[in-house]
């Protein structure tokens, strides 16, 4: 069932999809694009250009687990001809919207081979640009075709972009001291695995799911095993139940950020996000390449 909100903000989609996509906006301007995350909305601006209007529906310091758009945010949205959703759990409220509306929509995690159903997959640049890129150009294409050049051409320019940035992380995290850690909920395991970060644990698996006094000691004792120097959490989420397991094991607690957002100082864009985190990591874990 929908909430109030949720169901406001499809209303108003579905009067928007009801007019035929073929046709331009009135007065000629841009398709609005709506993009669930601002990492995806970021990306998505630098391959569209000046093709489509590109709208990041969850705000900085929200968490996509629990949001719900605002009436106001539903007018923003009016001539959206495009949803650009995580999937997998993460956002199934833009599912709701997508399908009230009868709007195009491109889900993230599609045709990628999740981890135990985990929608993280942007933190992994290499995957983005191999499966996401492609897809989000070709949704581009169908809704502004006479930009189709423009759009092929920043699309293999961004391509190219993050190949360089994979090569950049992976030499940034190529002599950590450590590589083990632990994180407040499963946002870092497909960074990890680009970056054979060893990830031994996370505290809360779910959104809203407490661990048991038996799942944090074996916690704790996988941690310490495993050498565990860093916990990490979140700045959309609480903190204390990591600070209360770090002091257990005499670990730092530093903040990784999977979101970012415009005009968040150092996590202003896609790639300024990813750089960020990898500073985390090495500050955290130690080493690295100066």
């Known amino acids: 069932m929908l909430t109030p909100s949720v169901a406001v903000l499809a209303a108003v989609l579905a009067a928007a999809g009801c007019r035929d996509h073929g046709e331009p906006d009135a007065g000629g301007s841009r398709p609005v694009i709506a993009v669930t995350i601002f990492p995806i909305a970021d990306l998505t601006r630098e391959l569209s250009g000046p093709a489509a209007e590109i709208v990041t529906v969850l705000p900085p ?172 959490t979140e700045p959309q989420l609480g903190d204390l139940g990591v600070r209360t397991l770090a002091d257990e094991l005499d670990a730092t607690v530093r903040t990784l950020d999977p979101l970012g957002g415009a005009g968040v100082p150092e996590r202003g864009s896609y790639l300024e996000l990813l750089r960020y985190d990898a500073r985390i990591f090495v500050d955290a874990l130690g080493g690295g390449d100066d």
């Open 61 to 232: 310091g929200a968490s996509p687990h629990t949001f719900e758009p605002s009436p106001a945010l539903a007018r923003q949205l009016a001539r959206a001809r495009l949803i650009i959703a995580v999937g997998a759990g993460l956002d199934d409220w833009a599912g709701d919207l997508a399908r009230g509306a009868q709007v195009h929509r491109v889900t993230v995690t599609d045709g990628i081979a999740l981890v135990d159903g985990n929608p993280h997959v942007w933190l992994d640049p290499i995957l983005i640009r191999d499966q996401l890129v492609p897809r989000v150009v070709d949704a581009l294409i169908a809704i502004a075709p006479a930009s189709a050049d423009g759009i092929r051409t920043r699309g293999a320019d961004y391509q190219g972009e993050l190949t360089a940035l994979d090569a950049e992380l992976r030499a940034q995290l190529a002599h950590l001291t450590s590589r083990a850690f632990l994180a407040s909920h499963p946002a870092w395991t497909y960074f990890a695995a680009r970056y054979d970060l060893d990830e031994v644990g996370v505290v809360y698996k779910a959104e809203g799911r407490e661990p048991s006094p038996r799942e944090l000691a074996d916690l704790v004792v996988r941690a310490r095993r495993a050498g565990v120097r860093a916990v990490f």
